[in-house]
T-cell receptor, first 111, second 116 residues
Framework: AQSVTQLGSHVSVSEGALVLLRCNYS??????LFWYVQYPNQGLQLLLK??????LVKGINGFEAEFKKSETSFHLTKPSAHMSDAAEYFC?????????FGKGTRLSVIA | NAGVMQNPRHLVRRRGQEARLRCSPM?????VYWYRQLPEEGLKFMVY????????ESGMPKERFSAEFPKEGPSILRIQQVVRGDSAAYFC??????????????FGQGTRLTVV
């Protein structure tokens, strides 16, 4: 079975500050890990994915995530938050099941 | 190069009516997945289909819900005799390869079902 836990349902940062969204996974097989972003009343857009080729994954809009097997984590970071980053972010895992999503973290960016 | 197309975007049904949600996958994609999103919840997997086949329906409620992906035309998620608890956003995704591989799934904008 696979599962994802996102720590913090709501994160608030100042514009220009570091963004850190936490994701821990559980998987009985080598996982494939993804981060998606959802803007209000929109579908999900892929930010980045872990393919097992490199533990540090760079995505769109300046986001990156690091796969840490020993910590079963795949935290999402961005060095400097922008107002346009305000959205809901979902971590997801697959491997021997269709995508399994966490409950999401809503990111607010304060001017 | 159209993405995953879902319609309608918004659907209002009275209790007891049928809801029919449509999903056209991206060109070249033969794998379709349906997810349901409730307020304050993540997306919950419902069903995975390939053309004319249901591959995995482990997330589908046992009654009133059904899905199909015919040889021609869009995938359909059908909810019979809707109840207020069915109110949610329903998302469709498609991929070129199968669900259990390292592949990107592209999502539609969703259908927001409201049962009154």
């Amino acid at each position: 079975a696979q599962s994802v836990t996102q720590l913090g349902s709501h994160v608030s940062v100042s514009e220009g500050a570091l963004v850190l969204l936490r994701c821990n996974y559980s998987s009985s097989v080598p996982p494939y890990l993804f981060w998606y972003v959802q803007y209000p009343n929109q579908g999900l857009q892929l930010l980045l994915k872990y393919t097992s080729a490199a533990t540090l994954v760079k995505g769109i809009n300046g986001f990156e995530a690091e796969f840490k097997k020993s910590e079963t984590s795949f935290h999402l970071t961005k060095p400097s938050a922008h107002m346009s980053d305000a959205a809901e972010y979902f971590c997801a895992v697959s491997g021997n099941t269709p995508l399994v999503f966490g409950k999401g973290t809503r990111l607010s960016v304060i001017a | 190069n159209a993405g995953v197309m879902q319609n309608p975007r918004h659907l209002v049904r009275r209790r007891g009516q049928e809801a029919r949600l449509r999903c056209s996958p991206m060109k070249g994609h033969s794998h379709v997945y349906w997810y349901r999103q409730l307020p304050e919840e993540g997306l919950k997997f419902m069903v995975y289909l390939q053309k004319e086949n249901i591959i995995d329906e482990s997330g589908m409620p046992k009654e009133r819900f059904s899905a199909e992906f015919p040889k021609e035309g869009p995938s359909i998620l059908r909810i019979q005799q809707v109840v207020r608890g069915d109110s949610a956003a329903y998302f469709c995704a498609s991929s070129r390869q199968g669900a259990y591989m390292n592949t990107e799934a592209f999502f539609g904008q969703g259908t927001r079902l409201t049962v009154v």
